[in-house]
């Protein structure tokens, strides 16, 4: 049941039951909210999601502080805090200037999200009595929570932050941006389980990178574990070291590019006009000015007296650098780690530690009407939490992407970028490319598409001649495939050359040099110009530094929309021209706000990866965030050997097979950059089809939910599956689990990692009589007979009944010049039949060796065991089976059609 308490006189028709996802029913979820009222109409209001009691309860008593809490099984997770809100260049609170008006409950349904319960909380501020309204929403055919503010008046000087200076000084990113309206607001001081017991999952910065940043108590962690802000995106929380935890989700749900949930500083234990101090940390630019004193506490006190000083940065006399310098600041944007230096911001008011939603701070006008909303998703254990966390946001935003007829997302690629072996001053030229090419055909590597990277444009996005000197037309007809096109920020010579047809918005200066972009009201036009003009050439559009195109345009910092129509300018403009677009250094908002834009398929979630970068390979963590929202994460270019002479990094690389299989696990693009005569073309097999149509997983891999509770470290275990046709025209087709895992470990060492049933995600078809076949990488390599046809499964597999474990291992030395150790296991059901059981182990010779680009189908009869492949014609295909015990092979030729069947009889 999920009901309302509430006093008879109005309790009609609030109760219409409770549906939930399965994941939540057996999670106790509770919200509670108490709210201050000198009359009220409701006395209590209580919402359930999930088998157990989740309870909203309003308690509109006089003289109560405005309160709200929201526990699970039983427990206090997140304690509401009363709401703020910041309008005519002040901040209005309860007591404070914001007056509670009433509150009013409400059901309904909508078209997406189905039906609705609500509680609406109406406010007047300040002297203008300035409407504002916060509210309370449960969805319960999703157990969702949803919380709400309103501007029926709109706002003025919304913002509690001045636009930074047009200095080149500004940093890329500003994570000291915290909400200019706070409504919910959650206590996170070191009291509160937010603060100390919970685990927590943050994604944020550039490529949405997960920065290591999950750990356990968020007072713990410094800046560089949980970044916030404008840089941040969703927020998990769990229960620690427990199988399939009890997790929420929380984040931004609409107005993704004005949302945001930031951790405040907190001046709980500071007095008014008193700064907190952070030890070893710079606040590196957004200089005021600078001068002499003794101490911090004297830097302290001056920026206090300073007008627009927000914090200050202090370089004692151990700092040779500086010498004894007090350096005033508007913000702490750009914060780092600094030996030496001591840094603080002036607590201008005390406030309890707090994690607080709303408009970010430099919004300067709310326009009247506009709302913006944050989620909370419950779920029983972490993966499932944002799978469901995704769902309901691509439900609420009907969501769509042109992935199926991407050309980038689902076939082999050649890349030129950083990390390519042709970079820098290595730039590729057509006659380069066409000798490339030749060379991958010599080798029948089925490459389908080439990326450029920036050195092939000028400032017109016009292919420079030196290296193109016949245009993009003729290097197309060299190569003989499509061009994924780069584009990133503009500067005033694209503005100058465009100056009579377009419109351009000046930013603040990138290396000296005002950043362009094209403004919001001729996106698409100018978009759709440019890409046009190359029709007969593109297959797909990559737009790289958007962070900077954000971060950088103050005319995309302050408004509640310029972005928003920016961004869907040009992938409208992409969609007309049937083309894809890349995201590339996105931050978690602007991928949130892709969810609206079919165009947008896939995002790249790796620095650039450079032989002497491969420190950021653990993409597995952005993949958590990207593919709920069904955005395709992907490795940046990878190499097929790792010695390859000439590279403009003079290094070879390390880890090349694991990073290949990364880069197949992420669910997306996969690019090679090897150079001409180079490529390993047996490694690159392993990774597609002969006609290059990559064989991946339905899901991308991303860690397991144990990996969360442990410290951040090499040591990883991540997990892919795919959901294949399965059925059977006998009795038992509830036993007949259509869900193939594949798991990827790297340096389980010291007597390795463990795996149950309930570690897998999604849940097996009768999980509780599953039973799994465990095989390794490591035991198909050509030469070993223990997985050859007729020999005793026993050697070549493991089983993985309910109740037990197998333990994964990846060897305790990495392979000549490699820094990891690594292994795939296959996790494959067994299916009964009346001849005993049978497990598909999948096809020989693919890391991943169950996809739905080679087995369209499986269907079970009796004895007989029916197999329906797709692929190239004459294409030849070998999968391996456990039958009875034994391991049996299973030989098929894809025929002109693109398909084949095939099938394999039980011995009885």
Same mark, same amino acid.
């Given at each position: 049941m999920c009901c309302w308490t509430v006093p008879e006189r109005i309790a009609g028709g609030f109760c219409s039951g409770c549906h939930g996802n399965p994941e939540t029913r057996n999670m106790a979820v509770l919200l509670f909210v108490v709210l201050s009222a000198l009359a009220t109409a409701v006395n209590a209001v209580t919402w359930t999601a999930g088998a157990k009691a989740t309870l909203l309860r309003v308690d509109l008593a006089e003289g109560m502080p405005g309160l709200y809490s929201l526990s699970v099984n039983g427990s206090t997770w997140l304690q509401g805090m009363a709401p703020a809100v910041h309008c005519q260049g002040q901040w209005f609170r309860p007591g404070a200037g914001l007056t509670w008006v009433g509150a009013y409950p409400a059901t309904g349904s909508d078209g997406y999200l189905g039906q609705w319960q609500a509680l609406h909380v109406n406010w007047t501020a300040g002297e203008s009595m300035m409407s504002w309204t916060t509210s309370f929403w449960y !969805?319960?055919?999703?157990?969702?929570?949803?919380?709400?503010?309103? !501007?029926?008046?709109?706002?003025?000087?919304?913002?509690?932050?001045? /636009?930074?200076?047009?200095?080149s000084n500004l940093g890329e990113f500003d994570s000291s941006s915290t909400p200019s309206s706070q409504?919910?607001? +959650? =206590?996170?001081?070191?009291?509160?389980?937010?603060?100390?017991?919970?685990?927590?999952? #943050? *994604?944020?910065g550039r490529m949405s990178h997960d920065h290591n940043s999950h750990g356990i108590g968020l007072t713990g962690y410094g800046r560089s574990n949980l970044l916030t802000g404008q840089e941040g995106g969703p927020l998990a929380l769990f229960e620690v070291n427990k199988s399939n935890p009890a997790t929420l989700v929380l984040s931004s749900m609409d107005q993704f590019m004005t949302g945001i949930t930031a951790r405040v500083a907190t001046c709980e234990q500071y007095a008014e006009n008193q700064c907190l101090i952070e030890m070893d940390v710079d606040y590196r630019y957004n200089d005021i000015s600078s001068l002499n004193t003794t101490s911090a506490g004297a830097c302290c006190e001056a920026c206090h007296k300073t007008p627009g000083c927000t914090c200050f940065t202090y370089a004692p006399a151990t &700092?040779? &650098?500086?010498?004894? /310098?007090?350096?005033?600041? #508007?913000?702490a944007a750009g914060s780092m780690s600094a030996k030496g230096h001591v840094s603080g911001r002036v607590c201008k008011h005390q406030a309890a530690a707090v994690v607080a939603s709303g408009p970010h701070s430099y919004i300067q006008q709310i326009p009247k009407g506009f709302s913006l909303s944050f989620l909370i998703q419950p779920a029983q254990g972490i993966t499932a939490a944002m799978d469901g966390w995704g769902s309901v946001l691509r439900t609420l935003h009907n969501t769509s992407r042109q992935t199926e007829t991407d050309l980038v997302t689902n076939y082999l690629g050649y890349w030129t970028d950083n990390g390519g072996y042709y970079y820098g001053g290595n730039n590729p030229t057509t006659s380069i490319l066409a000798d490339v090419?030749?060379? @991958?055909? #010599?080798?029948?590597v089925p490459v389908r598409y080439l990326q450029l990277d920036p050195y092939w444009f000028d400032h017109a996005w016009f292919p420079k001649p030196k290296l193109f000197p016949k245009g993009l037309d003729d290097l197309r007809h060299q190569v003989g495939v499509p061009l994924l096109l780069y584009?990133?920020?503009?500067?005033?010579?694209?503005?100058?050359?465009?100056?009579?047809?377009?419109?351009?918005?000046?930013? !603040?200066?990138?290396?000296?040099r005002p950043l362009v972009v094209v403004a919001p009201s001729d996106s698409y036009r100018f978009y759709n110009d440019i890409i046009k003009q190359y029709s007969s050439v593109i297959g797909g559009f990559e737009v790289d530094f958007l962070d900077f195109n954000y971060l950088l345009t103050p005319g995309f910092l302050s408004s509640t929309s310029n972005f928003d129509v920016w961004a869907a300018g040009m992938a409208h403009a992409a969609s007309a021209n049937n083309v894809s677009v890349q995201y590339c250094m996105d931050l978690p908002a602007i &991928? @949130?706000?892709?969810?609206?834009?079919?165009? *947008?398929?896939?995002a790249r979630a790796s620095e650039d990866n450079f032989p002497t970068n491969e420190h950021r390979w653990k993409i597995a963590y952005t993949s958590m965030f990207y593919w709920p929202l069904r955005v395709q994460s992907f490795m940046d270019v990878v190499w097929s050997t790792a010695n390859q002479p000439g590279n403009p990094y003079h290094v070879s690389r390390k880890n090349v097979e694991l990073q290949m299989i990364i880069a197949t696990l992420s669910a997306g693009p996969v690019g090679i950059g090897d150079g001409v005569g180079l490529t390993n073309a047996t490694l690159v097999t392993h990774v597609c089809r002969t006609d290059g149509l990559l064989l991946q997983a339905d899901k991308a891999a991303t860690p397991l939910d144990a990996m969360y509770s442990m410290p951040p470290s090499d040591t990883? /275990? +991540?997990?892919?599956?795919?959901?294949? %046709?399965? =059925?059977?025209?006998?009795?038992?087709?509830?036993?007949?689990?259509? *869900?193939?895992?594949? %798991? @990827?470990?790297?340096?389980?060492? =010291?007597?390795?990692?463990?795996?149950? %049933?309930?570690? @897998?995600?999604?849940a097996a078809a009768a999980a509780t009589q599953a039973v799994f076949a465990v095989a390794a990488l490591s035991s198909f390599v050509p030469g070993n007979s223990q997985c050859a046809a007729g020999q005793p499964a026993a050697g070549c597999v493991r089983v993985l009944k309910p109740g037990?474990?197998?333990? /994964?291992?990846?060897?305790?030395?990495?392979?000549?010049? =490699? #820094?990891?150790?690594?292994? &795939?296991f296959y996790v494959s059901p067994m299916w009964p039949t009346p001849c005993g059981d049978v497990a598909l182990l999948g096809e020989d010779g693919k890391f991943v060796r169950v996809s739905r680009n080679r087995i369209l189908s499986v269907h079970v009869a009796g004895c007989h065991v029916n197999f329906t492949l797709t692929g190239d014609p004459g294409e030849a295909a070998t999968l391996t089976l456990i039958a009875n015990g034994t391991i049996a092979k299973v030989h098929a030729s894809i025929g002109a059609s693109g398909s084949a069947t095939t099938t394999y009889i039980l011995p009885h």
């Open positions: !969805y319960p055919e999703h157990d969702s929570f949803r919380f709400e503010q309103v !501007y029926p008046d709109g706002c003025a000087q919304a913002n509690t932050s001045a /636009l930074p200076a047009n200095t409504f919910p607001q +959650w =206590d996170a001081s070191n009291t509160s389980a937010l603060g100390t017991t919970l685990g927590y999952l #943050s *994604v944020a &700092v040779p &650098v500086y010498g004894t /310098l007090c350096w005033l600041k #508007s913000s090419f030749k060379d @991958l055909s #010599s080798k029948k584009s990133y920020f503009w500067d005033i010579h694209t503005a100058a050359a465009y100056n009579d047809t377009y419109k351009f918005w000046y930013g !603040y200066e990138n290396n000296g &991928v @949130l706000n892709s969810l609206t834009l079919p165009a *947008v398929t896939n990883q /275990l +991540w997990q892919a599956h795919t959901r294949l %046709v399965v =059925d059977s025209s006998d009795a038992n087709q509830a036993l007949l689990s259509p *869900v193939f895992y594949t %798991v @990827l470990g790297v340096d389980l060492l =010291d007597g390795g990692m463990a795996l149950a %049933v309930p570690d @897998l995600y999604p037990s474990a197998v333990t /994964l291992q990846t060897g305790q030395t990495p392979r000549p010049g =490699d #820094s990891h150790t690594h292994d &795939v």
